[in-house]
């Protein structure tokens, strides 16, 4: 496997290109190491590539004056910001980039927006962005948390492969919001939603099959359902991200959710959940669930300890998403993992310390 390229999206006001080069056999150790910095603006946390140019990098600025930032990438580690413009809301922490429109959430505005884009001068081709406000006007259980809509990402749900369907979890309406085009103005309306427990807090989501898993932030917790679901549709079931949770105040532990589609290397479909906050001296945890049993009965069979604190993002890369890379916001540095034993657990076979990438929240393998 030749040298693979990683971009750190971080807490800083950069954007880090990363090289990771894999073993050549079994007697050479991987190397990861720091090629370039890309200052983009405060807080890049999350970044996502065009679908048919992927030198094009998308980010949100993640800050009250929310702003969405436009990087090219050439041959060199270090990229050139090309266009910025105003994400629609406050605290914008995610987009999805289709091939002429950036659909953003905004998280304290609770506010999705949407904004024209190309892939040529001047990529963002209105400064202006259509904004929907999330309907949600009572608040949860959790005072704290729950005063107000808070779409926490936006993801295509890849069951829906007709229409084309938003998915949007809202950690402050414990629901997941469902959208799709109207055909009368091509913008996206609500159409649904999905009832997730009462003060869990969704984050984010994945599917597979027939079946949507979300993540639930404030009870840390995998709430399972099957599609299609009505607004008032119980969960399947719903288990715990932790063998077991720490004690008060240690909150916040549910992250990131992935799921990798299986391969011919990996054949078995696992789900992996990053907690943040654990208290442990071995740091942050990825909780590893097994669907062997059915689609709609995840089991939890691997808890790999990280040594990172506060671990928020995760990607998975390389043949056949083979190694996964996480980082650290508040110490540990980056680190990439192995899948072995089938994608059952993890092995770590690089790193990179805080030091070389303060503060790295999210990352995209280009």
């Known amino acids: 496997m030749p040298p693979l390229r990683i971009l750190a999206g971080s807490y800083t006001d950069a954007i880090y ?32 590539s065009h679908p048919s140019d992927r030198s094009l990098i998308f980010a949100v600025l993640e800050q009250v004056n929310g702003e969405i930032v436009v990087i090219k990438y050439g041959q060199g580690p270090v990229g050139e910001v090309m266009a910025r413009a ?9 987009l999805v980039v289709l091939e002429d429109e950036l659909i953003i959430g905004n998280y304290s505005s609770g506010t999705l927006a ?20 999330m309907p949600f006007n009572t608040a949860g259980p959790n005072k704290a948390r729950q005063a107000a809509s808070h779409p926490h990402q936006t993801i295509f749900n890849t069951m829906d492969l007709t229409e084309g369907e938003l998915l949007i979890p809202d950690l402050g309406a414990d629901k997941v919001w469902r959208l799709k085009r109207r055909n009368s103005t091509a913008r996206w309306a609500l159409h649904g939603s999905v009832q997730c427990e009462v003060g869990g807090g969704p984050r984010h989501v994945v599917t597979y099959g027939k079946t949507m898993y979300t993540l639930l932030e404030l ?22 991200t932790l063998v077991n949770r720490p004690a008060a105040p240690h909150a916040m532990q549910a992250a990131e959710i992935l799921l990798p589609k299986p391969n011919a290397t990996f054949p078995d479909p696992y789900i992996y959940v990053s907690n943040r906050n654990d208290p442990s001296p071995g740091g942050d945890t990825i909780a590893i669930f097994s669907l062997a049993a059915r689609e709609t009965e995840p089991e ?3 808890e790999v300890r990280t040594g990172l604190k506060h671990l928020r993002g995760m990607c ?15 110490g540990g540095g980056v680190k990439i993992y192995e899948r072995v034993e089938g994608g059952k657990n993890l092995k770590e076979v690089a790193s990179l310390s805080e030091h070389i990438v303060p503060k790295p929240n999210c990352f995209l393998w280009v």
């Open 17 to 48: 290109t990363l090289q990771f080069d894999p073993p050549p056999d079994a007697d050479t150790s991987p190397a990861l190491k720091l090629l370039g910095v890309t200052h983009v603006g405060d807080r890049p946390s999350w970044i996502a």
């Open 86 to 94: 105003q994400s629609g809301g406050k605290d914008p922490c995610t």
């Open 114 to 133: 949407t904004l024209p884009i190309s892939t040529s001068p001047p990529f963002i081709l209105t400064p202006k962005p259509w904004t929907l406000s």
């Open 219 to 240: 009870s840390s917790r995998l709430s399972v359902h099957e599609f299609p679901a009505s607004d008032t549709s119980p969960p399947q079931t719903s288990l715990s």
């Open 300 to 302: 939890l069979v691997t």
């Open 316 to 330: 998975f890369g390389g043949d056949d998403d083979i190694y996964l890379i996480a980082g650290g916001v508040e």
